[in-house]
């Protein structure tokens, strides 16, 4: 049985993955501090508890584990946190990969999966976007991001790393069997901010500006399910033990969804009417961010199959209701 090494595992988007990667035949093995991570959302192997910061416990736990592939998902991801506190940012996500990568090196092991973003694009010139789009960042969180893509295609070029970057543009949704979810605190995400707005009277949802240049004047946004991140990872694990070079993938749709469609499409699940106000842009928000997906289906022979607004919505509203129940 192969291992992979799930760095952030207990997170929102690791904790999806570490579900298929061991659906998928993988044994899994989950590194996470649990400082933003959920002990309940990391279900799949062995959780180590354990700091990326921490050097010589990472490299313990990777020379106990010797895995054959290293996927990374442990970040921090606030944009806005990002600009009030750039260390945090540089020091958790920039040096806590470089740590990994001094690690994967003395332990040998040379495969490796991570969690990049479409905010290390910046302001897009084209749409869809594809992997060779100007990157220039406008935050430090895109630029944490950024600076590890920049050190892994230096590893490659020096040391043989082999990596497949994937830059995923909106995460949504939640597991369909109701098994996990999404969990962030404080959460700042349109869909389950969207879905709070529906279940609780005392909170009002707000769509973040109403003139953009779009087709209804709100934000545009390339939302992919959680689980079509999953499948895309393991397909990036199988690409990399079949010998796959290091490459960057875009992972979206190349279909983009407006705020208030978002919004209707919690109404339409929901039953009941949503009130929304609206409220200033936020500040560094793009109109419109979508994907072109067109390398990682001909590369790694995947694409979107549960993708669609209303399968998106419909499992984050489930798990929604839910975990509101189940936290109180
Ligand atoms: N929005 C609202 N109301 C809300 C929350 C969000 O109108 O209460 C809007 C935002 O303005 C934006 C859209 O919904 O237009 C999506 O916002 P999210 O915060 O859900 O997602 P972002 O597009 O801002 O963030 C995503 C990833 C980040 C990444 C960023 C930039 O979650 O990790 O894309 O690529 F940094």
Redesign the pocket.
Known sequence: MKTIFVTGGAGYVGSHCSKEFAAQGWNVVVYDNLSRGWRDLARWGELVEGDILDRDALQSALTAAKPDVLAHFAAL?Y?GESVEDPALYYRNNTLGTFNILESMRAVGVDKMIFSS???TYGVPHQVPMPEDHPQQPINP??WSKLMVERMMDDYARAYGLRFASLRY???AGASPDGEIGERHEPE????P?AAKGALSSDYA?????DDFDTRDG??V?DYIHVCDLGRAHAAAAKYLMDGGAAEFFNLGTGEGTT?KE?ADAIEKVSGKPLPRKIGPR?AG?PAV?VASNAKAKAKLGWEPTQSSVDEIVQSAWNWAQKDAKARG
Do not use: M
């Open positions: 991801t944009v973003t479409a905010a969180y895109g543009f909106n995460a700042t995400h349109v869909i901010l949802f707000t769509i973040f500006g709100t934000c946004r705020v978002i936020r928000d961010l």
